[in-house]
């Protein structure tokens, strides 16, 4: 095995299990070897880890270090988030959320709609939800496109989907229809 492929199988490792990582490291030296490269740190998780580890070693402060030096998607989140909202660095912070988002991290995505949003227009997160409701609630809405619902006949083919929003607030499958606008816009 190359150097090489041990990186990228220990980076899919790393992805999955920060714990399974260490435990690949301790399977052979070539693991050991490859799990200081670079590209491990950009790759792993790190979402099981406190965000705001109160009492750290300097190990571990430099392990998370190292992952944001290395664009981890979920560190430059963080970090963002720690900087923008609590830090008084928000153009930083922003600047962090930023490359997250372009990495395709969810909730970095979301976060810079929302600071987007209320920088452009001052509206609260309520009234940004809100006109967003409105807007799907007086679109007609392909229900086998969106995959949700039972399907329509053949011949009905679109329907008003009303009802999902109004009695729940948020349809359950918020997730899958952000994910297809997401590809739609790429």
């Not at 300097?58 to 923008?84: D, I, T, W, Y």
């Amino acid at each position: 095995m190359s150097i090489l492929s041990s990186v990228e199988v220990l980076a899919r490792v790393a992805s999955a299990s920060i714990s399974d990582l260490f435990t690949a490291k301790l399977s052979c030296k070539e693991f050991l070897e490859a799990a200081s490269e670079n590209y491990i740190f950009e790759h792993i998780t790190i979402e099981k880890l406190p965000v705001i580890p109160w009492t750290t070693s300097h190990g571990a402060s430099s392990f998370l270090a190292r992952c944001k030096e290395n664009g981890n998607p979920e560190a430059l989140f963080r970090q963002g988030m720690v900087e923008f909202f609590s830090s008084n660095r928000p153009e930083s912070g922003f600047q962090h959320l930023k490359i997250a988002a372009r990495k395709g991290h969810v909730e970095a995505i979301y976060t810079c709609g929302v600071i987007l949003n209320y920088k452009s227009r001052h509206c609260s997160i309520k009234e940004c939800r809100d006109k967003i409701k409105e807007i799907l609630q007086s679109m007609w809405i392909d229900r086998r496109e969106a995959g949700i619902g039972p399907q329509e006949p053949k011949s009905h083919g679109r329907t008003r989907n009303c009802s999902k929003f109004n009695k729940r607030g948020w349809i359950d499958e918020e997730e899958y229809t952000t994910l297809r606008l997401l590809r739609m816009g790429s």
